[in-house]
Nanobody, 125 residues
Framework: VQLVESGGGLVQAGGSLRLSCAAS????????IGWFRQAPGKEREGVAC????????YYEDAAKGRFTVSRSNSDNSAYLQMNNLKPEDTADYYC???????????????????WGKGTLVTVSS
């Protein structure tokens, strides 16, 4: 299994970035794809997840209304469109493969098995 993120960089607050995740080594459309981030000195946190066919999407509160997760099963790729970026979005962003679900009470469950190495997003104020 290999996951390679790209698209990170330096952007001003209010700007946009589109992250890509290129996958190989497994049957891409059998699995959900999740996006996570880890800011300096903080624990890794979930951002968004998309179901294997693209029909299910899940967002954590920090991403709702600003980020959009998508995928192209024909290209074995997933994407995270990030708009209206804020300095607090600065982090290493990772894609991962596994399963996503929404639990009773609206809590998301992102159960991932394999991870990419990440791409750095820096948002300046």
């Amino acid at each position: 299994v290999q996951l390679v993120e790209s698209g990170g960089g330096l952007v001003q607050a209010g700007g946009s970035l589109r992250l890509s995740c290129a996958a190989s080594g497994f049957i891409f459309d059998d699995y959900d794809i999740g996006w996570f981030r880890q800011a300096p000195g903080k624990e890794r946190e979930g951002v968004a997840c998309i179901g294997n066919s693209g029909g299910r999407t899940y967002y954590e509160d920090a991403a709702k209304g600003r980020f959009t997760v998508s995928r192209s099963n024909s290209d074995n790729s997933a994407y995270l469109q990030m708009n209206n970026l804020k300095p607090e979005d600065t982090a290493d962003y990772y894609c991962a493969v596994g399963q996503c679900a929404s639990l009773p009470g609206g809590v998301n469950l992102f159960d991932m098995d394999h991870w990419g190495k990440g791409t750095l997003v820096t948002v300046s104020s």
